[in-house]
């Protein structure tokens, strides 16, 4: 089975810094990872994902993230941040079998100050 | 907008009802997941439709059901309710099974079990 952590509930961060959101998964098998941001009062957008190939993945917003095998990891990152980047992030698994099933994490609260 | 839509947006009941959440997938998608956000459980996966048959069973309560239309809207029905099924409830749909496919969220439904 897999499951997510996601080790920090709340980043605060200010405006025009970077912020980097930690995500850390466990499978006995080989998975597909992916980011989802929902922003207040909506549904969950995709922000990123990794299939294969590439370790360092481009998203939307601006946003990237790191497939680090090794490390069970796939941090979330970006370079300058805005106010309209606070929202609830979400890291999720699913594996290779194809049971379609999104494992999330319990969300990373991201909190942009001016 | 995601193209996924639910109805109703929001809904408020008493313990030992039974109420009936819908979506309408994304024009074209075949595939439809239901998933729960609680405070306690965080966003976890119901169930999946594939064109009609069920696909995946998530950790949905047998008090739960669903069930996938020939026109491919879906509808989640609960029953027997308890105040600790308060939650927001999404739906999401997706091309095809493969989990490379990305799952479009709807803005979801805010079920109180008062």
């Known amino acids: 089975a897999q499951s997510v952590t996601q080790l920090d509930s709340q980043v605060p961060v200010f405006e025009e810094a970077p912020v980097e959101l930690r995500c850390n998964y466990s499978?006995?098998?080989?998975?597909?990872l992916f980011w989802y941001v929902q922003y207040p009062n909506q549904g969950l957008q995709l922000l990123l994902k990794?299939?294969?190939?590439?370790?360092l993945v481009k998203g939307i917003n601006g946003f990237e993230a790191e497939f680090n095998k090794s490390q069970t990891s796939f941090h979330l990152r970006k370079p300058s941040v805005h106010i309209s980047d606070t929202a609830e992030y979400f890291c999720?698994?699913?594996?290779?079998?194809?049971?379609?099933?999104?494992?999330f994490g319990t969300g990373t609260r991201l909190q942009v100050f001016p | 907008d995601s193209g996924v839509t639910q109805t109703p947006k929001h809904l408020i009941t008493a313990t030992g009802q039974r109420v009936t959440l819908r979506c309408s997938p994304r024009s074209g998608d075949l595939s439809v997941y239901w998933y729960q956000q609680s405070l306690d459980q965080g966003l976890q996966f119901l169930i999946q439709y594939y064109n009609g048959e069920e696909r995946a069973k998530g950790n949905i309560l047998e008090r739960f059901s669903a069930q996938q239309f020939p026109d491919l809207h879906s509808e989640l029905n609960l029953s027997s309710l308890e105040l600790g099924d308060s939650a927001l409830y999404f739906c999401?749909?997706?091309?095809?099974?493969?989990?490379?496919?990305?799952?479009?969220f709807g803005p979801g439904t805010r079920l109180l079990v008062l």
């Open positions: 999720a698994v699913s594996d290779l079998k194809g049971t379609d099933k999104l494992i």
């Open positions: 999401a749909s997706s091309a095809t099974p493969p989990t490379t496919e990305t799952q479009y």
């Open positions: 499978s006995s098998v080989s998975v597909y």
């Open positions: 990794y299939l294969s190939g590439s370790t």
